[in-house]
Structure formats: C-alpha cells, structure tokens
C-alpha cells in the first residue's frame, strides 16, 4: 500500500537534511574584541594654548600634539635664578682678601730672618728678633681666622642657594611636562578638551589606542582548559555583511586563573549561571575589526 506525505511535510524534511549535512563545527568560545585603552591626561595646570586632537586621528608616539600656558612658570624660574644670582655676587673673593695679610706676614718673615742673621752677628738685640717672631705668629694667625671665616661665609652663601637651585629644577620639570606628548601609537578613540580650555593636572584630554593588534576576550569552561595553552594559534571569525564570516588567526596570550560567571554579554541567562575562565587572545587588525565588535573563536586553528 501506498503511503503520501504531505508537500509541506517532504519540503521540512528536505530542508532539516540540508541544513544538518551543511552545518559546520560548532564555535568553542564567544567573546567580544577590545584593546588596551591609553587616557592621556594634562601635567600641567594652565591654558591649553594649543592641541591638536581630533577623533579618528593616527598619533605617533612621541608626537608632541599641544602645550600648556607657562608663562607664570618662566617668571619664577627668572626669579629663582636672579636670587641665585644675587647670593653668587656675595660670595667672598677670598685670595684677594687674604692677599695683604699674606704680604704683611712675607715681609714680617724676612724682617725676622735678616735680624736674626743681625742678631748672629752682635748687630741686634734679642728683644727685636723677639718682636717680629711675635709679630709674624700674630699675621699667622690672622690669616688662619679670615681664612676659616671666608671659607664659613661661602658655604652658607651655597647652602642658601642650593634650595633655590632645586626650586628651579621643579619648575623646568613643570615647563617641560607642559607640552602634551602622546604615549603610544594608535587612533585617537575620543576627545575630552578642546583649545583654549583651561588644563589641570591629571585631567583627561584624550583617549588612544594602537588598533593594529586587537584583544579577543574570550570565555572556556573548565572541561576546556585541558586542550588550550599559552601561545596557541585558533581560529576567529567575525560575521560580515558584505563578505559573509570573516576568519583571522590569533594567539592566546592570556589565560586566567580563576573561574567567573559568564559576563552577560556574552551568553544566554542559563549559561550565565555557569563559572566560566577568561582568556585573550591576540589579533591582528587588518582594519575591520573594531572595539566591542563580537566573535566565535575555533581552538582548532585549520
């Protein structure tokens, strides 16, 4: 006997065998893209004189993209130096001031040698060449006390300058992290000051981030450790409108060492109650992938 199926029901059947003989591996994690985030912030409190930022734009690192006023800070860096100034003027010539007692006691010494070679001779008394002995020990020691006095006065004259000399240290490191210099290269993601704004230190001014290698943050069971390590090549795929599933390889880099719940973007809220571990993985960026754009990674990288 004869059996007919209804057309709709051959039609279902026809496609559920298609649909089970096309259907490829299943993805072994889910997760979204991202990459490591730089906020630059202002060092310098002042108007920002100039800055040269906009979203979208490709920064060098090193590249000096605006500067701070620092117009106050030059004022009291001249300042500082003119007071170093007036304690170096202050400072005791101190060989020139020692110079007239060092003739006098030159020429007390040869008074004393000549009359002692008098005094050898019967043509002059003990008490002269007595005199000038005591006269040359009296200079001597006149030079030892303006010595010691002088050499006193200098090293209170450096003493006082030495704070302002690292007063003018700090206020060059305060002029010199008035320029504005981006820290890595990357795009500018976003743009928090504008000209002409008044900067303060440690407030945002942008934000950056090298898009060249993205990061891949992915989520495994614990059943899937086992078969995944440290420097591993997988496969990820990004789904296209135009070109259908993008594919790229990447390396994992990262693997926790904790278990946590399955973050909400990520899954359905049944899966979110499982404990799930956290791994990175890196990427090579051609151009189309962007922050936050989700992906489904194949540990078998064929």
Not at 148 to 169: C, F, G, K, V, Y
Not at 171 to 195: C, F, H, M, S, W
Request: overall charge neutral; aromatic content about 8%; proline content about 4%.
């Amino acid at each position: 006997m004869k059996r007919y199926f209804p057309i709709g029901a051959a039609a279902l059947f026809a496609v559920w065998g298609t649909c089970s003989c096309t259907r490829g591996p299943q993805p072994d994690a889910y997760g979204n893209f991202e990459a490591v985030e730089v906020i630059v912030s202002a060092d310098c409190n002042g108007k920002l004189l100039e800055f040269n930022v906009d979203e979208g734009y490709r920064l060098r690192r090193g590249e000096i993209v605006g500067w701070v006023d620092t117009m106050l800070l030059v004022l009291q860096r001249n300042q500082l130096q003119g007071e170093i100034a007036v304690l170096r003027a202050q400072l005791p010539e101190k060989e020139k001031q020692l110079d007239v007692t060092r003739e006098q006691l030159a020429k007390t010494k040869h008074e004393l040698a000549r009359f002692k070679a008098l005094a050898d001779a019967d043509a002059s008394t003990a008490q002269q060449v007595d005199n000038l002995s005591y006269d040359a020990e009296i200079l001597q020691k006149q030079i030892d006390a303006q010595e010691s006095n002088l050499d006193i006065q200098t090293r209170t004259l450096l003493a006082r300058m030495e704070p302002l000399r690292q007063q003018i240290l700090q206020v060059q490191d305060r002029i010199d992290n008035a320029y504005v210099v981006n820290p890595v290269e990357g795009t500018v993601l976003a743009k928090y000051a504008e000209q002409h704004e008044l900067a303060a230190i440690g407030k945002p001014l942008y934000k950056v981030a090298n898009l060249d290698t993205m990061i891949l943050r992915a989520y495994v069971e614990e059943p899937q450790l086992a078969s995944i390590r440290i420097g591993q090549e997988v496969r990820v795929t990004v789904d296209s409108t135009y070109a259908g599933a993008a594919r790229f390889t990447g390396r994992i880099g990262w693997i926790a060492d904790k278990a946590e719940f399955t973050p909400k973007v990520i899954q359905t809220k049944d899966e979110r109650a499982n404990l799930v571990y956290a791994l990175k993985i890196y990427v090579a960026n051609p151009g189309p992938l962007k922050i936050g754009m989700p992906a489904e990674v194949y540990f078998n990288a064929k």
